[in-house]
């Protein structure tokens, strides 16, 4: 294979003319740290006189790929999905990628937007966590798609795009479990946003488990905000025969309901125990500490990214990841909130 | 001015085919929920028979705007900056843009190479928080960039780029002179990465307070992560004359210390008090709840964001601004562990 000389000059080309390693000028490039002025001032002429700039214009213009990959998400105020984002940039970088962050609050508009701009700006392929599966413009935008796309915590039912997500029903199940195994028996599930993929699973696995255990279920879907959430804890707990315990299906709800208890007064777990969906930072530091699902975070924004690069660079295994669903395991962190634990000082 | 009948059917013409208001369309490409499956199925043989597709295609074509701005930062998992972004995202939708998201890390290679994606995408402008203002590249790149630019959290000392950022100078002396008024004497200040623009800053504020009131200044500057944090704080209070009050300088150090405190058993505020910078989810919930700074960060997201479209959309506006720098107020939020309240149950 021949290779044409590129008209853009290298970071090896500025090292060699100015006659220092490529580490030297890596850190005049970055601003000069720990480099003597007076070979500052010499690569920097050099990058001076030949132009150098560490662009990919060049490859573009070949036609090769525009190194860049698409991450296109609800939300980055969400540190489900911004966690996601870091695991994924960081195999972007390894395979010498940009990541491009867009976020659509699950509109299907927005989604279809954003996945306009990644296809005129030519990226490689992209990561969706689509808002609803069932969006018809959307569904019609993907199958006219030439680059790989991979979805994220949430599948395109029905297309043949590979999915990575966690194991929503399973989790909700073996949390459910957990709580009856306490020995709780009337235990309220609370969340928002039902009918969400993931929301919508989870309250089936918490179904599933309390039906198996001949429970009552008890559902409120109400909560969007602290004020909701307040008010939901306040109205499940003056019922006539009150739950034992709590399921909170996601972390800014699970967060809002122990705010809401602990400003309530209500013991936890004495009155009422606590098992959230989704661990969060400082939740093993609140007192209780709170009792969670953890969710693979990282390995889901990693396994999708890699995935994705697959797809990308290996023809045949791109045909035989095709409609492929990736599901991973949630695991479990007792903690006091649920009675694990006699709570801390 | 005329302007030319576009290609592209819009979305009020296939509601008028359809026979349905504009509403019903958006709720038909955002999934169909509330729409009655008769109008539905007429509603997509709309879409499709007209090829309707919501994009900005035809406007590029016509050499348009890209209605798209580049938002740079270091992380998004770090919440300062993703709270900044999706601020600046509400204003982004606002004017009918779309907000893309690059991180860098804070590293120089990084940042030139978003830029380039930013400009090959002809991006209408973007909002940058770079990582080194001395940064050799970025400085030639930034000089050579024609659409509007705005620095956010940390400016491009030298060049005239309108900068938004924080007080913070002004901030931790503001800090520091809470403390001494409660009457410590002894306080260490402890954060990381002491030369990023924010964090030098704050030391000087940190410096200056200490000197004006004739104190002993302690500075730690080596936490990066939660074993250093902890090593730090059983140091410094191993020291012959410990200090009795700490001041950390960004929201994951406080985080940190505060941990480390906890797990070592030392009561706050009575050994030592603590007053962090940044507030941070549940800082009002952990016990003893802690006393912040508070950035006006949805307000940094915010002003840098209505800064750019005010130059992108104003040229004399733009050029009355160049080199502008917007410093916005930080404020202290004071809770228990400076010793402000007594601790609670």
Request: glycine share 6%.
């Amino acid at each position: 294979m021949t290779k044409k000389k590129s008209k853009h000059p290298t970071l090896s080309e500025v090292a060699k003319k100015a006659g220092v390693g490529t580490t030297t000028v890596s850190r005049v490039i970055n601003g000069g740290q720990r480099v003597d002025p007076q070979t500052l001032a010499r690569v920097q002429k050099v990058i001076e006189s030949l132009g150098y700039m560490p662009n990919q214009a060049a490859r573009i213009l070949k036609g090769d790929r525009t190194r860049s990959i698409g991450f296109v998400i609800p939300s980055i105020a969400d540190p489900f999905f911004s966690s996601c984002a870091e695991a994924a940039q960081a195999i972007a970088r390894a395979h010498d990628s940009l990541l491009i962050v867009l976020t659509t609050q699950n509109d299907a508009h927005a989604e279809v937007e954003s996945v306009n701009v990644l296809l005129r700006h030519r990226a490689d392929g992209f990561i969706l966590a689509p808002g609803n599966s069932q969006s018809q413009v959307l569904r019609t935008l993907l199958k006219r798609v030439q680059v790989p796309v991979v979805t994220l915590d949430r599948p395109m039912e029905g297309m043949p795009i590979p999915a990575v997500v966690a194991d929503n029903f399973a989790g909700a199940r073996m949390a459910t479990r957990h709580l009856i195994d306490h020995g709780y028996r009337r235990i309220a599930c609370l969340t928002g946003e039902p009918t969400l993929y993931t929301l919508h699973e989870r309250i089936k696995g918490y179904q599933k488990e309390i039906e198996t255990a001949g429970l009552e279920m008890i559902l409120d879907a109400s909560i969007k905000d602290y004020r909701s959430a307040e008010y939901a804890v306040e109205s499940v707990l003056a019922a006539p025969n009150p739950p034992d315990a709590l399921l909170t299906l996601k972390n800014s709800t699970t967060i809002f309901v122990f705010e809401a208890l602990q400003k309530l007064g209500i013991s936890v777990p004495e009155r009422v125990a606590l098992l959230g969906y989704d661990d969060f930072e400082l939740a093993a530091t609140v007192r209780p500490s709170i009792s969670v699902v953890q969710q693979p975070i990282e390995a889901l924004g990693r396994t999708a990214a890699e995935l994705l690069f697959s797809r990308m660079l290996d023809g045949a295994g791109a045909e035989k990841d095709r409609g492929k669903m990736v599901e991973l395991h949630t695991r479990l962190i007792p903690r006091a909130s649920c009675g694990c634990r006699p709570p801390q000082n």
